[in-house]
């Protein structure tokens, strides 16, 4: 029999249901898993919640005993550690909440526990989502499980990707059937690439962020990392809603996800942004990119070649608005109410104590980009224009949905790196960013689909984005996709 | 308009004030907690409110009526479309390190409100504008020797921020400005506008320019001046200071000043270099509030009578004088007490005794109108005996001293002491003819070109009919008998 930790959340939920084995088996299987020293040598969890997660499996076999089994019922997973879970520490990754156990639980995570989901930890994560490489935090930095398996770098232990890195990790490595996300500018979607693993940002107000810990509002959405489309179609199914505590929520009914798996793809015009193809670019991918649209031609999609004239300004827009957002979004931790103090003479520098402490270098950064592009005298140049560049690219997105019903490009410029690498170059690292920030800039869904491994056996992904409130077509083109690619390479170390 | 005399000529005061009015609501402006004054501290805080990590804001729709019932009690433009900012600045009664406010889009625009002179001049002051915003938390500085405490309960209540144009020009006009726009924030039950319990704050902005100048000075802030009293000391103040340094030959230096209420004087808090740097930005928390014109016009039409058109009903309804009717509709219950004695009865009688024997009396008790030993239903009743002459004005007035003292109706005490007037001809003629006869003297001396003795035998009657002739009466039959 196939191992526990190796299922599906379809399998799984299919063995529950035939009482092959117990959720408390289930959960037991990866808490197991999750203790080893080599799983904890990964550095994915921050919090592991293995009585929690005992606790939960439990009533979820008497849920499932008297026919009231939810959505999810017994699944194991691991929370990305932005979101607030009550009663258990919530770190955002970052030394300044390291203490902090919120009263309340995030919508999202509520609702994955009220499908009977089990929680088996809160995964790490670059602070507050700063970062493509799961390196800028106290915690980390990550270990990418498929570290070893490039030969250049054999000696050399891989960043998972960022920000989701331990979620990623985690998934990857079979510690946890799925794990949330969040997604700012591809912290869902790169690491999944990095990993080898599905990853999903939905829509903006889609999910609900309320509870979620901020990083930039107008681009934070909660994503998912799972191993199978189907598996992501699952889990957004329950996460999404419309959430009155969130007033950039969207209320629009859920759709069943599974209901769009395995559709035939015949007439489905998917697009290539000649944009895309930039200067340097690593040729695998590229090469990767054209045997994915192939593989969607054979299935019977169509493939065209669309134009997304503003791309070149994605980056640096994103790089004005999200910092922005996050110095104003970051200005509460400030030793006051909870977290981390750090007592000095005068509020001022009680104030500079504890966010020199509390806070890693990028996220100083972040702040102090953030801090110059709103003052006087620079909003208009930096802020404003940035707004009006992305209302630019958001357009350049529904001219392009007039002749295609998705978009298939790369996630990332390559595979995963090691740790260190362009750590003194933060340009580089932003680089990281290229193909997703457009899409949190334009507010549309994206899904990361693997499809193959480079010449340096590790895995690499592809996305697949969509229309606004249009996962449907994108669950139908990831679903096609993943099957021709079939890709089921497993990383060196699993549980 | 008065001016300040100078050493070296007349200076013209511009005045421009930023009122701050606590919003009347249940709940805060983005949470569900209590607005009630006086809880315990921090007990009506949620997570909201203290920026817990995940926490957002959700608009309460009932304060953005409330606002939106002030712009039309001013007369405003109501913005259909308006935007939420985001104010940073960091301080530790400010949680979330930003304040949500309206910078660039807010939800009320231009105004105007009629201000009531004490010489019954009328004078129009424009309003720039109206917007909504989060109230800060309380820093407590006297609790412990080196700490500060933080109470979080004011924090997140909604303010309205109210911006007048530079139109006033003294202290008296900055004052009527506030007991106006109190006034109408009351009527609306928008604001409960008591000052010394700081749910309406005021900062002036005062700058000098010589007399027929048209071009502004430079202009200093007074910050959070709690009384009108205060803003009127506090301009006086500040002009005083601003033309010594200008005739001085110094320059005023755009700064926020803090009235200091002990010493009666203003001192620099910060200069502009030391401004802060707010870094607005629309919240991206909130989308753009786009009302409902059904909702504005459902607030227009339930919305009460204001004092402008209280008093132009009073002065065409009931005869009063322009400046006695906005005595009455200054404050509305005094206006609804008025109009219980006023009604079916001599309008300009009831307008009398309210302005000045009640309100001398209750002046007197230290009482407010809601207060009065004396009821409208009875002081109404008081006037009622004065009109159908059962008693006379000035017997009225020591039955109104007994009903503030006894608490019993007119026609009791009336009864009671048999005050009641004496309106038959023939005993005021017997009353006159006892009186002309042991005066016989006056009477020829008035006969012979002495006036004024007139009055010395109406009084001469009064007094021994007790005061209850009547007045008219006696009048006519003491003209014949002298004749």
Known sequence: MTKLTDLTITEALQGLKAKKFS?????DAHIAAVETKEARGTKAFVTETPDVARRQAQTSDARRAAGNEGVLDGIPIA???LFCTKGIRTTASSAILKNFVPTYESTVTQKLADAGAVTLGKVCHDEFGFGGANINTPFGPVVNPWSGKDPANAARKLVPGGSSGGSAAAVAARLAMAATGTDTGGSSRQPASFSGVVGMKPTYGRCSRWGIIAFASSLDQAGVLTRSVADTALMLRVMAGFDEKDSTSVDRPVPDYAKALGKSV???????????????????????????????????????????????????????IAPAEASSNLARYDGVRYGARVKGETLDEMYENTRAAGFTKEARRRILIGTYVLSAGYYDAYYRKAQRVRRLIRNDFL???????????PVSPGTAFAIGEKQDDPLQMYLEDVYTVTLNLAGLPGICVPVGLAKNGLPMGMQLIGRAFDEETLFTAASALEKAAGFTAKPPFTA | MAYVTGTTGEWEMVIGLEVHAQVISNSKLFSGASTTFGAAPNAQVSTVDAAFPGMLPVLNEYCVEQAVRTGLGLKAQINMTSVFDRKNYFYADLPAGYQISQFTQPIVGKGEILLDLANGETRNVGITRLHLEQDAGKSMHDQSPNETYVDLNRCGVALM??????????????????????????????CDGNMEEGSMRCD???????????KLGTRCEIKNVNSIKFVMQAIEYEAQRQVEVLEGGGRIEQETRLWDTGKGV?????????????????????????LDPKMVERVKKTLPELPDEKKARFISEYGLKPYDASVLVAEKASADYFEKVAKGRDGKLAANWVTGELFGALNKMGKGIEDSPVSAEALGELVGLISDQTISGRIAKDVFEEMLKSGKSAATIVEEKGLKQVTDTGAIEKAIDEILAKNA??????????????GFFVGQVMKSTGGKANPAMLNDLLKKKLA
């Open chain 1, 266 to 320: 015949k007439g489905l015009k998917i697009g290539v942004p000649r944009e895309y193809r930039i200067e340097g670019m690593n040729p695998e991918v590229d090469a990767l990119w054209q045997k994915s649209a192939a593989m969607l031609r054979d299935a019977g999609a169509e493939a065209v070649e669309i134009s997304l004239p503003h791309t070149k300004y994605a980056l640096p827009v994103y790089y004005i």
């Open chain 1, 79 to 81: 929370i990305k550690d």
């Open chain 2, 441 to 454: 003297d006056k009477v020829a001396e008035y006969k012979s070109g002495k006036d004024k003795l007139f």
């Open chain 2, 266 to 290: 203003t001192r620099s808090m910060r200069s502009k270099e030391n401004a802060h740097d707010y870094r607005y930005f629309p919240d991206p928390d909130l989308l753009p509030l786009k």
């Open chain 1, 23 to 27: 959720a408390v088996e289930l959960a």
């Open chain 2, 161 to 190: 921020e109210i911006v007048s144009e530079p139109d006033m020009r003294s202290g008296e006009e900055a004052g009527a400005y506030l007991k106006k726009l109190r006034a109408i924030l009351r009527y609306l039950g928008t």
């Open chain 2, 204 to 214: 002036v902005n005062l700058s000098m320019r010589r007399k027929g100048d048209e």
């Open chain 1, 399 to 409: 001219e392009a949905f007039k002749k295609c019903d998705a978009i298939l490009t």
